[in-house]
Every structure is written in structure tokens, then in C-alpha cells.
């Protein structure tokens, strides 16, 4: 009977989420609503980001690389017609004459990116620690060279504009709950198990007859497959997109947000992308007011410093808070 | 030489060792057995200071006759004052050669005679390792590695050497010959203090012997009357007659 | 497309790599005895350019004093970090060491933007550095033949340091096996501190040199190094100086010869190149060039 009261408690806070969504796109501004989408989106990006980094222990630089793909499918698919003649004089034929809707666009650029992500995972997996975060990056740099490059399909470096501006809360919310859901669900499922063994120490893993290979890529195209959404989302939020949204240092930033949240913690990245996003965007004014730019950086990263001097595994470690938990775990 | 007393250890939160206290007297080859999981690495790390006890005392007795609490001393110190540890698993430096590690050993020492005088007798000690000298150490065998772990310790002209599980993955007759060489190395007045999971050959060397089962001491004595006793035959001796 | 042509891109490459050889020493040298990334390694390399070019255009000072101010000033820099951001992380994860010299970078960058505005400055060498030699074919300024140099001095000293000293051995030891050195007497908080010192001295050198050869220095300026430096460490091998020496040369050389030997419209997909062949590297040898095997823990 418990299980079921817990299944009835995620219904009901998903429904009150919804309320809220509807109050939110009601009454509040639209720098706050736009902020409120950010959120969402760090959200999800932290989140999937911890099914690779945090569960399964690889230390990947590549997810931007993966949102660069989803956000650039989703763009040029959902790119009216009459616009595609202009801008895109390059795309095939059957490409140039559709149009497809924001939700299978949004499918259809996850699925890419978890493509993309096999077809790197395959060769690059088999590295370790930081010559995997080498290789990553590596893939991030390669990816950002060939869109700014294959001119005809992207636009190059002036990336596209002019996107319609599709996402708002009620895309962006039911997005964020999928991902926790099947976080959370991978997690406490015996593949979650599989995962934090090979994360922990690999070579008992194997001798389990654990396929460390599968686990890994498993575990690369699953969260490339969000990091994908992610990229359509901003895209679509962003009503630009252009191989620069999706550098480096948006790498970086993701990679703290799980580390300092704890990586393996669901909880943790949740409230690092939030607390993350927030803050840098209350330091902006006070930036601007005391004209002393940097200023905010600075405290986060005297923030970030702080809390990993106290708790090296990151705020919530590898564990989420109790009434999170499954009944059994 | 050395004197502990109710030493009380923990790792993390496991609680190791539950209020111990031995005696080692100069001269002495003392040998600590017990299973697995008994503390007795637990005890050589804190004496040589790579652990803090919780509560007790480990009280040393100096050349210069003074006593120094090696409870407050950091690590670096101890080695100073004459303690040698040799770790468990040999922890010899795979990437440096043989004399690299045999420098390591003496690192903190700037007398160059002294220095040239101990090489040559741990060379005499152990010839292989002059053979092999300029090769790095991870290529040496387990049981060569046992000696320049050995070695090693010796560089640091030590008063009072430490061992954990010498004889640890090694074939019974490289054991033989490294007890051997223990004994010869305590007959040059080194104290030795042992732990062990071979009893059988530890109890044979040392003149005296501590038994250490679950973090408490349980048996102490004569090491020729340890090897003698009942419950110690039957738990680590094979329950065989000697 | 001469030998000509080819032995001058072979020569700018040379030039090249030794600055990332020399950022990729110190890097590699602290992650080998601590088994941590120090991330803001790069901005020790922005703080040697700053202090140059403070030292040298504003105050004026003789060529050698400035070189010697460069020295200490990377070595105190080291010391800084190491207290600062490595001290209280040792023995947390890896990430999380990476995370904090990430959070250290970052601040150490904005401390430069908020002091010194983001406002790249000009960097001018004196005179008879800019000078235009020719050997043969192949031509470059005497500044860059003076890279060269340094960086194979400095390298050789530092490899000196490392095989024949008491200190390089105390530096080797550590970075085996921790405890095990403690036990032969290495202090090793003096050790670790001498690694970040030496580590440090050899980036803000770089820094020197970088300021030279770029003619342009911004307090953002170490994230291209520092990241570069990162790639040669692992490519090597991480923990490896020889290895860091290496990736760094091969880095450079890398560079230079994508842009240099292939035709032109494939010269924006460089760093793809770059990154592509680093990748291949790795593939090949997923230890780096020299880097020990990974899987001999068992």
C-alpha cells in the first residue's frame, strides 16, 4: 500500500506543478518567465548530465555538443518554409519543403543527438578518466567546427535567428518531469545499480559480469538524448542558435552544477541548477549597478570553493533526502 | 624501547583497536599475530604515525635515553627519531630504481660516510639487490621487492624497525631466507617488531609475541610458550603438535 | 609547397610547442604527486605576461631582473594555489579537486578583469628582440629563438632536478605512493609545495614568452593555455614530464602544420583537426604517450 501512496504523491505534486505553471504563465513578468524556462532547462541539462557523469562515474566535457545537435535539428525542422528558401539555400529538398511541429522536432533532436552520442560513444568510451574528459572535449571542439563549417545547412557562424519562439513553461515543465522521472526511475532500477558499480570500482564490476562497455554508452546516449531536448528548448527559447550557444564553458558549468550538487544525486543537481541560475542572475544587477563587472563570478566561485571544502562529495553526495527515496532502497 | 598503552584507534568510524598496550624492550624481536582484520597494520600505522589515536599513549624511548610520546609527533619526526616502518605490500616505488628507492629510504640523512657504510651492508645483506641496482623496482620479484622494501627501512639507520607481513605472498623459502635475515639484522642491534599472519614462522623468530584478536591484545608472552598454547595452536597453528 | 615552406612551419611549430611544453610540465608535475587538476594553471601563465609587462614597460626594469621577478612571481603564484585551493581537497575525488581550481580560475580571472578591465594591452619587447634572422630558408624573430632556447634550458634543469636531486626523488616518491613516502621521512606538505613553486615558476615564464610572441595580453588570457596545457598533459600522459614535453611539441607542432600544409578552405577546421588527431593519439595509446597503465591496480 505504501507504493502506491508514494505513486499518488508524485501524481498529485506533478498536478499542482501544472498549476503552477498555468498561474506562472499568467501572472508573472516576462524576465521572470524567461528565467523560470532557464531554470528548467539547467534543470534538465544537469540532471541527464548526472545519468553520465554522476551514475555511471565518466567524466564527459561532450553535452553541449549533444544540445548543439538536438538544438540545431529541432531549429531547422521547425524553420518555416518560406524562411528555409532564404536562409538555408543549401538543405536537401525534402528538408527544405517541411515543416514539422515542436514536439516530434524536439523527438526527433533527442534521438539525433543519442545517435551522435553512439556513434562518438563507440570509439571514445573505451578511455578513462581525464583522457576521456580529453576526448569529450575534443568531440565538443569538432562538432562546434564542422556546424560553424558545413555552411549550407546551419548558416555557419551566424547560426540562425528569427526561431519561433515555441518554449515556454508548458513545454518546458512536463520536459523537466520526464527527465526526473526516468532519472529517477534508471537510479533505482537494477541498471542504476549497474551503473554506481561501475562508477565505483570497475573492475569488480566486471568480474560481476557487468559489460562495462554497454553500461558506458548506455549511459552516454541516454543523457545525450536530453541534452538534445535541452538544445531545442533554448534554441526555441533563445529564438537564436549559433555554434557558439553551446561552448566550453557551458560545459564547465553543467559539470559544477553536479559535482557541487553531488554527483549520483538527482536532489543534488536539481537544487545546484536552480541555486546555480538564480544567483547568477542576482549578481547581474548588483554587477551593473557597482559597475564592477566580474563581481559575480567571483562569489560563486568563492560559493562553489566553500561547499566543496565542507563537503568534498558535493551537497547531497551520492543519496538523495529521505522521503525521495523508494520504499526499499 | 617502546611502550604503548590502552592505545585506542579508529578508521573512520570502525572502531580498530579497543584499548591495547604492549612492550617492545631493546634488543627485542617482538612478534604480533592475529587474523585478518585484527588491527595490526592499524597499530604499525600508528606508531609510525600515518594514524592518530583516539585515546592512549605510545611512549619511545630515544638514544639519548629521553622519552618522546610518538602520538604527537608527525610521521616525518618519527622517522627521525629512529623508527623505520615497512609497509604492508612491500610499497616499494615502482618507477624508481632500486638505489633511487634505497636513497628514498635515507632521505632524511646527510652524513655521506654513514651513508656509503650502510649501502654496502645492505648490499652485503642482500646481494641480489646490488645486482640489480640501476633496474627499476616494480621489475624486481615479490620476494626481491621484500628485500629492498627491507632495504630500505635499513637506509634510515633505524633503532627500531617495523614490519607488516613481511613474508606476505611469498614462497616458503624466501620467508625462511628472510627471517633469516631479520634475526642476522637484530644480532647487529636493530629491535624488530613483527606483525604477522604466518604465525608459525613469526612465533619462531621473536623472542616474545602478542596475540591480537579483534582489537584487544588476548595472549602475551614468551613466544616459545604462545607456539605452545592450546586455543593459539588451534587458531592460528594448525592445531598440530610441534 | 617547398622544404622550405615546410621547415618553417616545422619551425613556428617548435616555437609553439615549447610554450605548451612548458605550461604542460608544471601541470603534469601536479597532478602526478597530488592526482589532481589544478585548472587555474593557466592563469599563473596571465600573471607572468602582467607582471612583464608591469615589470618591463612600466617600471622599466633591465630584461634579466624582469625575468628573475617572472620566476619568483609564478612560484609564490603556485604556492598560493596550493595553499588556497589544493591543501583543504586532498584526498577528495578527482572532479571535485577540478571543480575548485576551476572556481580558483575563475577568480583569479575576474580579479584581473576588475583590476585591470578586461582591456586586452599592448606587449612590446625591446628592440633587438624583434629583430628578423634568417637562417636558410626559414626566418623568425630573435625573441622566438630565445623561446626556444629557455624553454630547453628550463626544461633540462627542471629533468635534472627531478632524476639527480634529493628532492627529485622526494617528488617521485610521493607521487607514487603518498603514505609510503611519509614513511621514509619526506615531508610531504614541503614537497608538494615545491612541486606547485617549480610548476609555477614555469608557466609565468610562459606567460613572458606568451606576451612576447602574441604582442597582445588580457586577464582572460590563461584559459587557452591552461586548457592547452590540460590536452598536452593527457595527451603525454598525465603525470608524465617527458610525456607533458612531448604532447606539448606535438600540440604545437599540430597547429601549425594543419593550418600550414592544408589547402586553405580546410584551414578553419584546425582545431577539428587538432582535436581529431589527439583523438587518434588516444585510441591508439589510451594512457597517453608515456603515461602508465591504468589498470595495474589489481
Known amino acids: 500500500m505504501r507504493i502506491r501512496r508514494k505513486n499518488l504523491l508524485t501524481v498529485f505534486l506533478i498536478l499542482a506543478g501544472l498549476a503552477g505553471v498555468a498561474v506562472a504563465q499568467r501572472s508573472l513578468n516576462d524576465y521572470v518567465l524567461s528565467l523560470v524556462n532557464f531554470v528548467g532547462i539547467y534543470i534538465i541539462l544537469a540532471v541527464s548530465l548526472n545519468i553520465t557523469n554522476g551514475f555511471t562515474g565518466l567524466f564527459s566535457l561532450g553535452h553541449p555538443a549533444f544540445m548543439a545537435i538536438g538544438g540545431y535539428t529541432t531549429a531547422i525542422l521547425t524553420f518555416p518554409v518560406q524562411r528555409k528558401a532564404y536562409f538555408l539555400a543549401g538543405l536537401p529538398e525534402w528538408l527544405a519543403r517541411t515543416e514539422v511541429p515542436f514536439f516530434p522536432s524536439l523527438l526527433i533532436g533527442g534521438v539525433m543527438a543519442s545517435l551522435a552520442a553512439l556513434i562518438v560513444g563507440v570509439p571514445v568510451l573505451r578511455l578513462r578518466g581525464h583522457y576521456l574528459a580529453v576526448a569529450t572535449l575534443g568531440v565538443l571542439i569538432i562538432v562546434q567546427v564542422l556546424i560553424t563549417n558545413l555552411e549550407s545547412v546551419t548558416r555557419g557562424p551566424l547560426g540562425l535567428n528569427g526561431l519561433p519562439a515555441l518554449t515556454d513553461l508548458w513545454w518546458v515543465f512536463p520536459w523537466v518531469v520526464v527527465t526526473l522521472l526516468v532519472s529517477w526511475k534508471i537510479k533505482f532500477s537494477s541498471f542504476g545499480r549497474t551503473m554506481l558499480s561501475v562508477r565505483e570500482d570497475d573492475l569488480a564490476a566486471e568480474c560481476c559480469g557487468v559489460n562495462l562497455f554497454q553500461t558506458r554508452v548506455a549511459a552516454l546516449v541516454i543523457g545525450a538524448f536530453f541534452a538534445g531536448v535541452a538544445g531545442g528548448l533554448w534554441a526555441h527559447l533563445v529564438t537564436a542558435i549559433t555554434p557558439k550557444s553551446f561552448s566550453l564553458v557551458l560545459a564547465f558549468t553543467i559539470v559544477v552544477m553536479v559535482v557541487v550538487g553531488g554527483a549520483g544525486s538527482i536532489t543534488g543537481s536539481v537544487v545546484a541548477a536552480l541555486v546555480f541560475s538564480v544567483l547568477t542572475e542576482f549578481f547581474r544587477p548588483l554587477e551593473e549597478r557597482l559597475n564592477i563587472y566580474g563581481l559575480g563570478e567571483i562569489f560563486m566561485a568563492l560559493i562553489m570553493i566553500c561547499i566543496l571544502i565542507y563537503r568534498p562529495m558535493g551537497i547531497f553526495g551520492t543519496r538523495e533526502p529521505r522521503f525521495m527515496r523508494p520504499d526499499d532502497a | 624501547m617502546l611502550r604503548i598503552e590502552n592505545l585506542e584507534v579508529y578508521r573512520g568510524r570502525t572502531y580498530v583497536l579497543k584499548g591495547i598496550s604492549l612492550e617492545v624492550g631493546r634488543g627485542e624481536i617482538v612478534a604480533l599475530i592475529g587474523a585478518n582484520g585484527a588491527g595490526k597494520t592499524t597499530t604499525l600505522k600508528t606508531i609510525s604515525g600515518l594514524l592518530r589515536p583516539h585515546r592512549g599513549q605510545i611512549a619511545y624511548r630515544t638514544e639519548t635515553d629521553q622519552e618522546l610520546a610518538l602520538d604527537r609527533l608527525p610521521a616525518e619526526e618519527i622517522v627521525r627519531q629512529g623508527v623505520s616502518h615497512c609497509p604492508e605490500g612491500r610499497g616499494v616505488f615502482a618507477g624508481l630504481t632500486v638505489r633511487e628507492n634505497l636513497v628514498a629510504g635515507a632521505y632524511l640523512r646527510r652524513d655521506k660516510q654513514g651513508l656509503r657504510e650502510d649501502f654496502q651492508r645492505v648490499c652485503e645483506l642482500f646481494p641480489i639487490l646490488e645486482q640489480r641496482a640501476s633496474q627499476t623496482a616494480g621489475s624486481l620479484s615479490g620476494g626481491e621487492q621484500a628485500m629492498l622494501a627491507i632495504g630500505r627501512a635499513l637506509m634510515a639507520r633505524p633503532r627500531l624497525l617495523i614490519l607488516d607481513e613481511p613474508s606476505l605472498g611469498l614462497a616458503p623459502l624466501i620467508v625462511a631466507r628472510i627471517f633469516a635475515l631479520l634475526a642476522e639484522i637484530n644480532a647487529r642491534g636493530v629491535t624488530i617488531l613483527l606483525v604477522e599472519q604466518n604465525a608459525v614462522t613469526a612465533l619462531d623468530l621473536s623472542h616474545r609475541a602478542y596475540v591480537l584478536e579483534t582489537g584487544r591484545v588476548t595472549l602475551s608472552g614468551a613466544s616459545s610458550a604462545i607456539a605452545c598454547d592450546e586455543a593459539v595452536r588451534r587458531a592460528y597453528l594448525g592445531g598440530q603438535p610441534r | ?298
Open chain 3, 1 to 298: 609547397m617547398t622544404g622550405g615552406y615546410i621547415t618553417q612551419q616545422i619551425v613556428n611549430g617548435l616555437i609553439l610547442g615549447s610554450m605548451y611544453a612548458l605550461v604542460a610540465i608544471g601541470f603534469t608535475m601536479i597532478y602526478g604527486i597530488i592526482r589532481l587538476i589544478n585548472f587555474a594553471h593557466g592563469d599563473v601563465v596571465m600573471i607572468g605576461a602582467f607582471v612583464t609587462l608591469g615589470l618591463l614597460q612600466h617600471l622599466g626594469w633591465p630584461f634579466w631582473l624582469v625575468s628573475l621577478c617572472v620566476l619568483a612571481a609564478g612560484a609564490f603564484v603556485g604556492l598560493s594555489i596550493e595553499r588556497v585551493a589544493f591543501r583543504p581537497m586532498r584526498g577528495a575525488p578527482q572532479v571535485t579537486g577540478f571543480i575548485t581550481s576551476l572556481a580558483v580560475s575563475i577568480m583569479i580571472q575576474n580579479l584581473g578583469i576588475v583590476f585591470m578591465t578586461a582591456q586586452p594591452r599592448n606587449f612590446t619587447f625591446p628592440d633587438f628582440l624583434q629583430q628578423l634572422l634568417r637562417v636558410g630558408p626559414v626566418s623568425f624573430r630573435v625573441v622566438d629563438l630565445v623561446i626556444m632556447l629557455t624553454a630547453l634550458v628550463l626544461m633540462a634543469a627542471l629533468i635534472l632536478l627531478v632524476r639527480k636531486t634529493r628532492l627529485g626523488v622526494g617528488m617521485r616518491a610521493t607521487a607514487e605512493n603518498l603514505d609510503v613516502a611519509r614513511l621514509m621521512g619526506i615531508n610531504i606538505n614541503r614537497t608538494i609545495m615545491a612541486t606547485f613553486a617549480v610548476g609555477g615558476s614555469l608557466a609565468a615564464v610562459a606567460g613572458l614568452m606568451w606576451g612576447g610572441k602574441f604582442g597582445q595580453i588580457d586577464p582572460l588570457l590563461g584559459f587557452v593555455p591552461g586548457l592547452k596545457s590540460f590536452v598536452a598533459a593527457v595527451i603525454g600522459g598525465v603525470g608524465s614530464i617527458p610525456g607533458a614535453i612531448c604532447g606539448g611539441y606535438i600540440l604545437g607542432l599540430a597547429e601549425v602544420l594543419f593550418v600550414g600544409l592544408l589547402p586553405p578552405i580546410y584551414s578553419a577546421f584546425r582545431d577539428a583537426f587538432v582535436f581529431g588527431t589527439l583523438i587518434l593519439i588516444l585510441l591508439v595509446l589510451p594512457n597517453g604517450l608515456l603515461g602508465k597503465r591504468m589498470e595495474d591496480r589489481a
